[in-house]
């Protein structure tokens, strides 16, 4: 009976710190203070030079999230470093 006991209060504590680890992904977010931040219009002239037609910007989840056509006109949905301007690839929000 105690070793059923004991294993039932460990399932449990094992269940109670699970769902604290399904919400670590945010834990890959730059962390780049507001100061650093370009404004929209710089970011939007890089993106533009890099061939992107931006229809759409904004400041989301510590990055700037775009929708832009491609210069072959293919409709994309991206994500800027809100620090350089860059495309980030594989950028998870």
């Given amino acids: 009976m105690k070793?059923?006991?004991?294993?039932?209060?460990?399932?449990?504590?094992?269940?109670?710190?699970?769902?604290?680890?399904?919400?670590?992904?945010?834990?890959?977010?730059?962390?780049?203070?507001p100061a650093k931040w370009l404004s929209v219009p710089q970011v939007l002239q890089k993106l533009k030079a890099q061939g992107y037609n931006v229809t759409k910007i904004e400041a989301d989840d510590g990055v700037y999230e775009f929708d832009a056509t491609n210069s072959d006109g293919v409709r994309i949905e991206g994500h800027a470093n809100?620090?350089?301007?860059?495309?980030?690839?594989g950028y998870d929000d």
């Avoid at 604290?20 to 977010?29: F, V």
């Avoid at 809100?82 to 690839?89: A, F, Q, S, V």
């Fill in 82 to 89: 809100p620090e350089t301007g860059e495309i980030l690839t």
């Fill in 3 to 33: 070793k059923g006991l004991t294993f039932s209060v460990a399932a449990m504590l094992v269940g109670l710190a699970l769902p604290a680890q399904a919400d670590d992904h945010h834990k890959n977010r730059l962390q780049i203070p």
